[in-house]
């Protein structure tokens, strides 16, 4: 995730304004090491999600960890409002999944598997129970997972108590505005603490490894 210094994890509904070079090299990195890449439906509406591509630098070691050559990307969605016919569905490397709820429309189940994407099922109603997907991913032998965001979905892994370990990068920006900042779920009780692991500096950009103490 990427924050401004006043905490924005977007600007005019993208993420890229307050990015930079490096932390995208960071980005690719942590895609290179992943299993899957999980995802909210509105992110890959306003990002334009394409599929992950299969990334030199990384071949050997996927292949002896016996990863795919590029992770699958994960999109979840309740309403399943998605472009099925646009390349993150009809033409991965690895084949796109879908993460809902038992009640989601059948219809649009239907229209994502003729597309090419695999439906897994993680929750009881229309929507997704965090705790649930993370176990129906690693029944599937995923077990190193990337959560992209955006602030709705790493909101809800905070909440359920399943986010181990946090990759933030603070651009040196200010924005003000009205933008979410990176979690917007529900609260927890109690603050959860978090210890520093990594810390890198680029250009003014902080990039933090931080994991669940
Ligand atoms: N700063 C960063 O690092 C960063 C990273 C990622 C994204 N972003 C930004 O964040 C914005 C989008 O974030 P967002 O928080 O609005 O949306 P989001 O988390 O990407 O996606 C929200 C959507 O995910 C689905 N969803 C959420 N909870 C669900 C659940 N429990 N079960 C099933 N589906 C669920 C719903 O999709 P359906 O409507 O299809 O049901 C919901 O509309 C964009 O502007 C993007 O640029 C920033």
Redesign the pocket.
Known sequence: ???SLDG???HD????P??CAADMRIFGTLRGLADVVL?????????GYRPARAREAFADRRRAAGQTPAPAVAV???????DFSAPLFTSPLTPTLI???EKAREDRKKEAEQAGARVVVA?EG?????ARAVAALAGLGLTRLLT?????????FIAAGVLDELCL?LSPMVTSGEA?R?A?GPGIAVPKRFSLASLLEEEGFLFTRYRRT
Do not use: C, F, H, N
């Open positions: 995730m990427v924050s924005a994890a977007q509904g993208r993420s890229q307050i990015s995802v909210g439906a509105e992110t890959v509406r306003k990002e979840i969605s309740a309403g399943l409002d998605l993460l809902t709820g929750g229309r929507g997704v129970d965090p992209e965001g955006g602030p709705r979905i790493l909101g809800q990068t979410q990176i917007d």
